[in-house]
T-cell receptor, first 108, second 117 residues
Framework: QKEVEQDPGPLSVPEGAIVSLNCTYS??????FMWYRQYSRKGPELLMY????GNKEDGRFTAQVDKSSKYISLFIRDSQPSDSATYLC????????FGKGTRLHILP | GAVVSQHPSWVICKSGTSVKIECRSL??????MFWYRQFPKQSLMLMAT?????????EQGVEKDKFLINHASLTLSTLTVTSAHPEDSSFYICSARVPGGGRETQYFGPGTRLLVL
């Protein structure tokens, strides 16, 4: 079992919809959980990071961590075409481990 | 947020040649920088950790003699792919850790796309 599992998509949703992106992981030692956004042919951009379990909200983005289920989520409200990108989850204990990323398309 | 640049943004080279990629932190000093490689539709894989003034720490399976890393100043790290082969074609991304921040506060460069013919 890989340390971090993420559905690569692509995921296509209409503009304005709520988007739910998820990752599962196997290493219970992970304490920090991050979401990055990566546009085509660009480096990743840190969107949010969360320490341990719980929710964190920043504008249209909400990150959730459920350590008991080893499951993290990123919700995007009122999705926009500019949100179209690849979203990578990442988590760390000693080093950062990235998911493969989910390609998201917001349809105008 | 902090800005990290990379140069060049893309490079095409012949098999057997060496290619140098630069990573710069533009508005902060980074004692630690990281080099990643990303193949199409794959995750970022950490290659090595670059520490200013000391030798880089390489991840398992990464050949240190093939991927030479130099972190000569607090704002510059370089990755040299020596004797490049077509299988080295990939997207190379550096990141820099903001001083006082954990690994989660890394800022990434825009990446360098390498194509070896």
């Amino acid at each position: 079992q890989k340390e971090v599992e993420q559905d690569p998509g692509p995921l296509s949703v209409p503009e304005g919809a709520i988007v739910s992106l998820n990752c599962t992981y196997s290493n219970s030692a992970f304490q920090y959980f991050m979401w990055y956004r990566q546009y085509s042919r660009k480096g990743p951009e840190l969107l949010m990071y969360t320490y341990s379990s719980g929710n964190k909200e920043d504008g249209r983005f909400t990150a959730q961590v459920d350590k008991s289920s080893k499951y993290i989520s990123l919700f995007i409200r009122d999705s926009q075409p500019s949100d179209s990108a690849t979203y990578l989850c990442a988590m760390r204990d000693d080093k950062i481990i990235f998911g493969k990323g989910t390609r998201l398309h917001i349809l105008p | 947020g902090a800005v990290v640049s990379q140069h060049p943004s893309w490079v095409i080279c012949k098999s057997g040649t060496s290619v140098k990629i630069e990573c710069r932190s533009l508005d902060f000093q980074a004692t630690t920088m990281f080099w990643y490689r990303q193949f199409p539709k794959q995750s970022l894989m950490l290659m090595a950790t670059s520490n200013e003034g000391s030798k880089a720490t390489y991840e398992q399976g990464v050949e240190k003699d093939k991927f030479l890393i130099n972190h000569a100043s607090l704002t510059l790290s370089t990755l040299t792919v020596t004797s490049a082969h077509p299988e080295d074609s990939s997207f190379y991304i550096c990141s820099a850790r903001v001083p006082g921040g954990g690994r989660e506060t890394q800022y990434f460069g825009p990446g360098t796309r390498l194509l070896v013919l």
